[in-house]
């Protein structure tokens, strides 16, 4: 689980917003692009070649 602190200091490396913790802390969302990324080991994978896109559906989901 990531702490609170490095989550308020986190951003997406795409655009540069803010992002939120989903799936059980397992992966960091950027609602704006649609683009998740996940968290390996407590660390944050930022890398937008590495980023898994998500569909409306997952999209909606995530952002309830």
Known sequence: ???DTLLNILVC???RGPLLLVNDGRELY???LRR???IDD???VLLVDE???VD???HG????
Do not use: V
């Open 1 to 3: 689980m990531l702490d």
């Open 13 to 15: 490396p795409a655009d």
């Open 30 to 32: 950027n609602p704006r």
């Open 36 to 38: 998740a990324y996940r």
């Open 42 to 44: 407590g660390i944050p």
């Open 51 to 53: 980023a898994r896109d």
């Open 56 to 58: 409306d559906e997952e």
């Open 61 to 64: 989901r995530l952002t309830a």
